[in-house]
């Protein structure tokens, strides 16, 4: 089971104008980046099965900083700046505690 720390979801669709073969290469090598960072021991990719072009990443990060420093890692500014994508909406969570 996951430890506590920073989870986050995210929901992005490949541009209408991208070719889906060349948006999907890119989503892979991102997470392949994401999950080399050493603050981030979870980033994964689903392919919603109804719009393809529909991705949904869940990402967990030891804390906040490791979060931030995300944005500052090259990959992360590659796949943003390749602009195949845009992001539809991006959250912050963590995980449930049980009440005592």
Not at 1 to 5: E, R, S, T, Y
Not at 16 to 22: R, S, V
């Given at each position: 089971?996951?430890?506590?720390?920073l989870?986050i979801?995210?929901e992005?669709?490949?541009k209408?104008?991208?070719?889906?073969?060349?948006?999907?290469?890119?989503i892979?090598?991102?997470c392949?980046g994401?999950?080399s960072e050493?603050?981030?021991?979870?980033?994964?990719?689903l392919?919603d099965?109804?719009?393809p072009?529909?991705?949904v990443?869940?990402?967990r990060?030891?804390?906040?900083?490791?979060?931030?420093?995300?944005?500052?890692?090259?990959?992360t500014?590659t796949?943003?700046?390749?602009?195949?994508?845009?992001?539809?909406?991006?959250?912050?969570?963590?995980?449930l505690?049980?009440e005592d």
């Open positions: 089971m996951l430890n506590q720390g989870f979801t995210a992005i669709r490949i209408p104008e991208t070719d889906l073969h060349t948006g999907i290469n890119a892979h090598a991102f392949e994401m999950n050493s603050g981030c021991s979870m980033a994964i990719a392919q099965t109804q719009d072009y529909r991705f990443f869940w990402e990060y030891d804390d906040k900083a490791a979060f931030e420093a995300h944005f500052n890692a090259q990959h500014q796949f943003i700046q390749s602009g195949l994508t845009e992001l539809v909406q991006a959250f912050e969570s963590q995980k505690l049980k």
